[in-house]
């Protein structure tokens, strides 16, 4: 009996297909394929993603490119943010291991996401200039502090500096001060110091959160949708219910105090990073207006939780390159980690993709 002839590949290297990527078809093109265990398989790169995204992929997950495959990928997307909308949960039915296989995807390709929220090396030193300078414990009330809320959100170096005040006095809620590290003589050794604490210092997004992560950065670049400003539910609020939240739990005085100073820094770390370093370029021109029409009112009135949680890709960064010792820095992260736990209970009061508009001719013409 003649051997088993190999599958014909259906798909050539270099056509441009449409693949599924999790529930979702996306436009990509065919770089390689090869033949394994007599089914053939192809190295996918999704047009637009980072090349980190490439991977091989089976044949029943490639689409030929035409116009009866380009309505589906609508009518999949139309179908996906009505469900979202709904509240609907995903992967009923047939569509559970293509769900289930998405999630693993999504949390696989994290890191690779991470990086399209990135930190400067110049914001970075203007920021850790910012809160190395901790004022003395006693040199402003708590009521002082706060009353000086509404008027974070200008110039970065003055928002990290009101929230490198907050992170003092959160640890000094707790009877736990935050210590700035001794500086020695050498800046060589100073300069390793820092460079240590940074690789180190990682807030850790909980894993119900990864997926939200991997979707905003889907509706916003690839699906060029915008987020409704101001939003159904700001950061503002976002941080009070939080506070709410702890008073609720019965905790000590002492750990409802660091919860109140602790979204005191978030607020003003959010403040001074959104227009730097947590927006994709498609939401530029859109941050702008808000800018040119709402002057003096603080980003975290008018942004919702999407660009809250994208906050914490940087942040950990920006806190290794502060003063503060490796102790002081163990502890602030406990405290974020609380944070984004109580975000992880119920992500959906917080995250909907109905909240996500088309943008308008006239908006797409700005960053063609």
Same mark, same amino acid.
């Given at each position: 009996?003649?051997?088993?002839?190999?599958?014909?590949?259906?798909?050539?290297?270099?056509?441009?297909?449409?693949?599924?990527?999790?529930?979702?078809?996306?436009?990509?093109?065919?770089?390689?394929?090869?033949?394994?265990?007599?089914?053939?398989?192809?190295?996918?790169?999704?047009?637009?993603?980072?090349?980190?995204?490439?991977?091989?992929?089976?044949?029943?997950?490639?689409?030929?490119?035409?116009?009866?495959?380009?309505?589906?990928?609508?009518?999949?997307?139309?179908? +996906?943010?009505?469900?979202?909308?709904?509240?609907?949960?995903?992967?009923?039915?047939?569509?559970?291991?293509?769900?289930?296989?998405?999630?693993?995807?999504?949390?696989?390709?994290?890191?690779?996401?991470?990086?399209?929220?990135?930190?400067?090396?110049?914001?970075?030193?203007?920021?850790?200039?910012?809160?190395?300078?901790?004022?003395?414990?006693?040199?402003?009330?708590?009521?002082?502090?706060?009353?000086?809320?509404?008027?974070?959100?200008?110039?970065?170096?003055?928002?990290?500096?009101?929230?490198?005040?907050?992170?003092?006095?959160?640890?000094?809620?707790?009877?736990?001060?935050?210590?700035?590290?001794?500086?020695?003589?050498?800046?060589?050794?100073?300069?390793?110091?820092?460079?240590?604490?940074?690789?180190?210092?990682?807030?850790?997004?909980?894993?119900?959160?990864?997926?939200?992560?991997?979707?905003?950065?889907?509706?916003?670049?690839?699906?060029?949708?915008?987020?409704?400003?101001?939003?159904?539910? +700001?950061?503002?609020?976002?941080?009070?219910?939080?506070?709410?939240?702890?008073?609720?739990?019965?905790?000590?005085?002492?750990?409802?105090?660091?919860?109140?100073?602790?979204?005191?820094?978030?607020?003003?770390?959010?403040?001074?990073?959104?227009?730097?370093?947590?927006?994709?370029?498609?939401?530029?021109?859109?941050?702008?207006?808000?800018?040119?029409?709402?002057?003096?009112?603080?980003?975290?009135?008018?942004?919702?939780?999407?660009?809250?949680?994208?906050?914490?890709?940087?942040?950990?960064?920006?806190?290794?390159?502060?003063?503060?010792?490796?102790?002081?820095?163990?502890?602030?992260? +406990?405290?974020?980690?609380?944070?984004?736990?109580?975000?992880?209970?119920?992500?959906?009061?917080?995250?909907?993709?109905?909240?996500?508009?088309?943008?308008?001719?006239?908006?797409?013409?700005?960053?063609?």
């Amino acid at each position: 009996m003649a051997p088993k002839q190999s599958p014909k590949p259906e798909f050539q290297e270099g056509e441009r297909v449409l693949c599924f990527h999790g529930p979702l078809l996306y436009e990509a093109k065919c770089l390689k394929l090869a033949t394994e265990d007599k089914q053939v398989r192809y190295l996918i790169h999704y047009s637009g993603w980072n090349k980190n995204w490439d991977e091989w992929v089976p044949e029943n997950r490639v689409l030929k490119y035409s116009e009866a495959n380009l309505q589906k990928q609508r009518d999949l997307q139309r179908a +996906n943010q009505e469900q979202r909308a709904r509240g609907a949960p995903q992967g009923r039915k047939g569509s559970a291991a293509v769900a289930a296989a998405s999630l693993q995807q999504q949390q696989q390709n994290v890191e690779t996401l991470f990086q399209n929220i990135r930190i400067t090396p110049s914001t970075s030193s203007s920021m850790a200039t910012a809160m190395a300078k901790v004022e003395a414990p006693g040199r402003q009330t708590r009521k002082c502090k706060q009353k000086s809320g509404p008027r974070e959100g200008g110039s970065g170096s003055a928002g990290a500096s009101t929230s490198a005040s907050t992170s003092t006095s959160m640890a000094r809620g707790t009877g736990q001060p935050l210590q700035r590290r001794r500086t020695r003589g050498h800046s060589s050794a100073r300069a390793e110091g820092t460079s240590a604490a940074s690789s180190e210092a990682k807030v850790q997004i909980p894993e119900r959160l990864k997926p939200l992560l991997v979707e905003d950065w889907d509706l916003v670049t690839k699906q060029k949708l915008l987020f409704s400003l101001p939003a159904r539910k +700001n950061v503002d609020s976002i941080l009070e219910d939080y506070v709410t939240y702890q008073k609720a739990r019965g905790e000590q005085d002492n750990t409802v105090y660091a919860a109140e100073d602790l979204v005191g820094g978030i607020r003003a770390h959010f403040n001074a990073l959104l227009g730097t370093q947590l927006l994709y370029e498609f939401e530029r021109p859109q941050y702008a207006e808000i800018l040119a029409n709402h002057p003096d009112v603080p980003m975290s009135q008018l942004y919702g939780a999407p660009h809250l949680l994208r906050l914490f890709v940087p942040i950990g960064e920006v806190l290794a390159h502060s003063s503060f010792d490796e102790k002081s820095l163990a502890l602030l992260f +406990n405290y974020l980690h609380d944070f984004l736990k109580y975000l992880a209970k119920n992500p959906s009061a917080f995250f909907n993709a109905s909240e996500y508009k088309v943008a308008p001719p006239e908006y797409r013409q700005k960053v063609a």
